[in-house]
């Protein structure tokens, strides 16, 4: 492994730690986020090619899925190369514009998820509580301002942050007991005054989480209020089942990060690797267990799916006659 004393000598290189007191199982680590890599990529190309190929599924609530599955892949690449690099030969140098970079995208991208999820809560309110204005509230422009809407979102509210650190001094050790450039992480090894980096990195969360959380849950009880209105059983589950998959979805997607945004901030008993463990959950299961749930869940996509496998295995075996 490699050493990270010399990044001590030089304040535009970090050294990132992978995780602290857990050296001697990187090797083993690495498995299951090279499976959960390989998940991802295939699981949300997979997404994105079945919902482009098949017209039936050019709905709002399949585009809100695309955007879903390209932003998880662009999240998954900020983090799981150097990741694995770290976990398979300790190569944890990093220099420091790459180090603001690699946090800029990937809280970025978390922000621009969590924005899409709610557009998505909103789909489904729309569809159950409003079915016959459901096309003209939805429209393609619609969509597309809120595709816009969740990018600029996630990178004004980031924006700050590089630039706050930037006027930071590291007088100690560049030494980040993470595997990622995660900023409060970053924000520790400074010298001087960090109240303003904590504070914004506070509120910016906030921002993000408390309030898509409240207005999903708003959209839920509304949901509930109208679902429970009508008088058929049968009525009743269709109307909650078309909700299935997106609650599935919430709950891989906020779960492992409320826990790593409240064991961070208030869990201090809790040992390091732990926090830096709970991180990593939040990044990595969310892309790779995303498309296997709307996979499994929903009738169109699966069947599109098993008519591409079946298509393949009728042209090999057309090919081996």
Not at 105 to 114: D, R
Request: aromatic share 10%; charged share 10%.
């Amino acid at each position: 492994m490699e050493s990270p004393n010399h990044t001590d000598l030089d304040p535009s290189i970090f050294f990132l730690l992978g995780i602290p007191g857990l050296e001697q199982f990187h090797m083993w680590l690495s498995l299951p986020v090279c499976c959960l890599g390989t998940a991802t990529i295939v699981g949300n190309i997979t997404i994105l090619v079945v919902v482009a190929t098949e017209p039936t599924l050019h709905r709002p609530v399949y585009l809100f899925l695309c955007m879903l599955s390209t932003i998880d892949l662009a999240a998954s690449f900020s983090t799981v190369p150097k990741l694995l690099a770290i976990l398979w030969c300790g190569a944890g140098h990093i220099s420091a514009s790459a180090c603001l970079t690699q946090m800029f995208f990937i809280h970025a991208f978390c922000m621009m998820e969590s924005t899409v999820l709610l557009a998505m809560a909103f789909d489904r309110y729309v569809a159950i509580c409003h079915p016959l204005r459901y096309s003209t509230i939805l429209t393609d422009t619609i969509i597309a301002r809120i595709g816009v809407v969740a990018m600029m979102r996630g990178s004004l509210l980031m924006l700050p942050c590089p630039f706050l650190i930037g006027r930071l001094s590291f007088c100690q050790s560049h030494v980040i007991p993470h595997t990622y450039c995660e900023h409060m992480a970053v924000v520790k090894l400074a010298c001087g005054d960090t109240r303003p980096n904590r504070v914004y990195g506070l509120t910016a969360a906030l921002l993000v989480i408390g309030v898509d959380l409240f207005c999903i849950g708003l959209s839920y009880a509304l949901i509930a209020q109208a679902v429970f209105r009508l008088s058929s059983q049968e009525a009743r589950s269709k109307a909650l089942g078309t909700c299935g998959s997106h609650v599935c979805v919430i709950l891989i997607s906020y779960t492992p990060a409320l826990f790593s945004f409240f064991t961070h901030r208030f869990g201090h008993h809790v040992p390091l690797h732990i926090h830096i463990l709970l991180a990593n959950v939040y990044l990595l299961f969310p892309p790779a267990l995303n498309p296997v749930v709307y996979g499994v869940k929903t009738r169109e996509i699966r069947e599109r799916v098993a008519k591409v496998f079946q298509w393949g295995q009728g042209t090999r075996l057309k090919i081996s006659k």
